[in-house]
């Protein structure tokens, strides 16, 4: 069954039901433009679509097998839009892996900020389904709102809406955690934070992985991490694993090894006590003057540049370097923007001169997912 509807506790309600009965859910963002949602539904093919204005069934849907409990798209950053499948054991696994690592109890209130129809949204959700947790939902993300909510002891946002609770002064200081994830955290970010008494728990996961498996290089129980040593690609193995994508069997094998661990496609590093340290998306990776450059690494030494509000970095095809590494940045001040030389001097207090942007382009926004990852593929 998709669900259509717009955040709120009726999705609690719908969950169990939905489970109750057997059916798989498929949750699909009810801010989508029409277009799209028909888009989602024609290719996820659900037998039940459920929105504000009732249930219908879709007499073109195909059931989902009777071991899948959830599907759930993928954000579409690395081109087109997956349907990853879960089973049971599977959702059952994340929560309470979690759960163990951040010591919560099913008394313990959390706060769901997120959009539901991305796993880590849902998986906050699912704590009431699961545990009886209780759970506020917001309709949408509003740093005031989410720095009023002080029964709250545990969040999940992504670092553009961690940013945006620390520009508006939220007091995070009664928050037992705070998860962070969707997108790598910089160093300046984390320390801005904890100087404001917030915890922050750095998550890495996806959404073959039933989300956030990793907290701050630490697999959770049950997870198991690996690097590929021809291309540093880290791959990952546990309960919480997806049982492949609907209608995808092709790419549900290019997913997993010959020996069941499943690609991530980012790149990283384990350090000799097991730490996961995560370098980037492997088709991410610029290649310049025969040096490698992780566009995140750059990313975060501009975001800590005093006249830069947001930046991305990209490679470009360069004649003599094969690439350039290319700056897409929203100045902090349209009327003063940053200059390339000025980006390129502080880039290079932090990393080797090779690393520094060849190019600025300045922008007014970077495309974005609903999950909060930059689109890099649309700046080029």
Same mark, same amino acid.
């Given at each position: ?9 009726? @999705? ?25 949602? *028909? ?13 504000? @204005? ?13 071991? =899948? ?49 991305? =796993?880590? $949204? ?81 998550? /890495? ?9 990793? /907290? ?15 291309? %540093? ?9 997806? %049982?492949? /994508? ?14 069941? @661990? ?11 006590? $097991? ?14 003057? $025969?040096?490698?450059? @992780? ?6 030494? +501009? ?21 350039? =590494?290319?700056? /897409?940045? =929203? ?26 942007? *060849?190019? +600025? ?17 649309? %700046? %080029?």
């Amino acid at each position: 069954m998709a669900v259509t509807l717009p955040p709120g506790p009726e @999705w609690v309600r719908t969950v169990a039901e939905v489970w109750d009965a057997g059916a798989a859910l498929f949750p699909v963002d009810h801010r989508l433009p029409q277009a799209e949602i *028909r888009a989602l539904l024609h290719r996820a093919a659900p037998t039940v679509v459920q929105g504000e @204005w009732g249930r219908t069934r879709h007499p073109t849907g195909v059931p989902a097998g009777p071991e =899948v409990a959830l599907v759930v798209h993928t954000s579409g950053t690395g081109g087109a839009l997956k349907l990853a499948q879960f089973d049971r054991a599977a959702i059952d696994a994340a929560v309470a892996s979690s759960a163990l690592a951040l010591e919560a109890t099913p008394h313990d209130r959390w706060l769901c900020c997120l959009p539901l129809a991305h =796993v880590g $949204g849902l998986l906050v959700l699912l704590r009431a389904v699961l545990l009886g947790a209780p759970v506020t939902v917001h309709a949408s993300f509003d740093p005031v709102a989410v720095g009023a909510e002080r029964a709250a002891g545990f969040v999940s946002v992504v670092p553009a809406m961690l940013l945006r609770l620390l520009d508006a002064n939220a007091d995070l200081s009664h928050l037992r955690a705070i998860l962070v994830g969707g997108s790598a955290l910089s160093a300046g970010l984390r320390a801005r934070a904890e100087a404001a008494d917030a915890r922050v728990i750095e998550t /890495y996961g996806l959404t073959e992985s039933c989300g956030g498996v990793v /907290y701050d290089g630490r697999p959770l129980a049950g997870t198991r991490a690996r690097i590929d040593p021809r291309d %540093l690609g880290i791959q990952l193995r546990g309960p919480t694993l997806m %049982l492949g /994508y609907r209608f995808d069997g092709e790419g549900t094998a290019a997913a997993f090894t010959e020996d069941s @661990w499943l690609r991530t496609f980012d790149a990283g590093l384990l350090d000799p006590e $097991g730490r996961l340290r995560v370098l980037g998306r492997l088709d991410d990776l610029i290649k310049t003057g $025969g040096e490698r450059v @992780w566009p995140d690494e750059v990313e975060h030494a +501009l975001r800590d540049h005093a006249k830069v509000a947001d930046a991305s970095v990209a490679g470009r095809i360069d004649p003599e370097w094969g690439q350039r =590494v290319v700056a /897409y940045v =929203v100045p902090a001040d349209p009327a003063s923007p940053p200059t390339l030389q000025e980006l390129r001097d502080h880039v290079s207090i932090t990393l080797p001169r090779h690393k520094a942007p *060849r190019e +600025l382009v300045l922008v007014d926004d970077l495309p974005r997912t609903a999950s909060g990852k930059v689109r890099r593929g649309r %700046l %080029l």
